[in-house]
């Protein structure tokens, strides 16, 4: 037989002395009273009961229960019968200053790039794979394990990279990471730990590269991006130690890295003993051509492959990969313990079962279609109401710029956008100076049904053209 818990145990952090000056119950009182007011006991937080307080106190119950009801009594707490004792949503708290920036209003149409739609995200295969990971996992595997990460993990990877994406990768050489921002950040300390200095970003880049970079101790170079991709042949003067390069699909410019770019930044490798890092974050999404292989593949000994769940999965998933020469892997596996002693290893099996199980594959596909679709219903849209205007970069990935004709100001656009809740970036954003370009929108659609599509577009050109009044 068993003695059944009636109430569900609470913990709660009270100190008392006793033989002190107050008595048991006042000091009780005290610092229930201190923590409601600054607000360390939120509104709607869950007390233990009184039986449940009195047992962890080590005092009679009577005590706990004429605290509670002198508490309740001064509008601290709700104490109801048959309920759980909890913080008045109602007791006063001292005002505190925040520094939390509010979130803005949610975009009426929302094209922010590099999003993939998360509502499509899909959650019962994942479910599925969680649930047959913890279910296989040992007692063992619930310990920290190898700072690379889970061996299951990396031996799907490997696979899978070396079949889609021409990556040539043995799973000793993967790091899991948090995601692509952490790998960098991984990659930069351990560069900078072997007498790096400088770091060669592409401009446009992403500006919190940058701040990265410098974050690291690391000087940034910015290289120019041309149609042909990052513009290899300045690498040469520049005198950094290593690049970060997205050749698939620069990001944010949309263009591919040109076979002989490819081959001065390989030569430039090998000339100045560098390192690459390849961020490859949307080279899955491919809509008329087959996809350009990775770089790693033609020297796997001078690139440190780097990819992520961010765009096939979802960013909250939080998981991406660091495919590294071998040389290098176990400087990035010591730092990424430093780091955070790894990644939770509950998730990063079940990647590897939803690779192992095709669901992988299987969600790309449908979301290649419906991406495809999604980009030719927004281009077709852009080209009837904004004629004059050019799309660039290639057919690829999850957004599309579109470069308006000259005299237009992306900032009144901008203004008259944000007035009517339409959310995009702009080339622009991702520049730290300012170059004399024309206004160039970067629309994500991955995110945008397709009617949706449609009106925000037509939303969108009216913004411009009264911009442009
Ligand atoms: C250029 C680029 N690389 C990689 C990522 C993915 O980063 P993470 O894996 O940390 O989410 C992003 C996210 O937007 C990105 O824009």
Partial sequence: VSLKET??????????ERGGG????????????????????????QL????????????????????????????????????????????????????????SERPRYDFQPSRPDLSAFPRHAWLRSLRRALSEMTDEDLGYGDPR?????????????????????DPDDIVITAGFTQGLNVVLRTLASRGATRIALEAPGNRE??????????????????????????????????VVVTPAHQHPAGVVLSRERRAELLGWLRERDAVAVEDDYDAEYRYERSPVGALQGL????????????????????????????????????????SDRGTSRIEQRALADFIERGEHDRHLRRMRAVYRSRRNTLVAALEEALPGSAIHGVAAGLHVNIVLPSGHSEQAI????????????TLADYRADAPDEPATLMLGYAQMSESALRAGVAELAAAIAVAAE
């Avoid at 109430?7 to 008392?16: A, D, K, Y």
């Avoid at 290899?232 to 130690?241: C, I, R, T, V, Y």
């Fill in 414 to 425: 901008r203004r008259e956008a944000t007035a009517r809740r339409i959310a995009f970036e």
């Fill in 299 to 338: 020297a796997p000994d001078r690139i440190v492959y780097a990819g992520s769940a961010s765009k096939t999965l979802a960013p909250g998933v939080r998981l991406g990969w660091l495919v590294a020469p071998t040389w290098l892997v176990d400087d990035l596996a010591q730092e990424k313990h430093l």
């Fill in 7 to 16: 109430s569900q145990p609470v913990e709660l952090f009270v100190r008392i």
């Fill in 149 to 169: 990460g889970v061996e299951a993990l990396r031996d799907a990877l490997a696979s899978y990279l070396g079949r889609v994406r021409g990556v040539v990768a």
């Fill in 209 to 242: 590269y940058v701040t990265i970079v410098e974050r690291t101790g690391l000087g940034p170079v910015p290289i120019e991006v041309d149609t042909l991709g990052l513009r290899a042949d300045l690498l040469a003067g520049s005198d950094a130690d290593a």
């Fill in 48 to 103: 233990p009961s009184t039986r449940d307080l009195a047992r962890q106190l080590g005092v009679s119950r009577r005590i706990v229960v004429e605290a509670y009801t002198q508490l309740a009594a001064e509008g601290y707490l709700d104490v109801r019968q048959g309920a759980r004792p909890r913080v008045a949503a109602t007791a006063l708290v001292e005002a505190r200053p925040s520094f939390h920036s509010r979130p």
């Fill in 22 to 45: 107050t008595t048991l119950g006042a000091q009780i009182e005290d610092q229930l009273r201190t923590g409601v007011r600054t607000g360390v006991l939120r509104h709607g937080t």
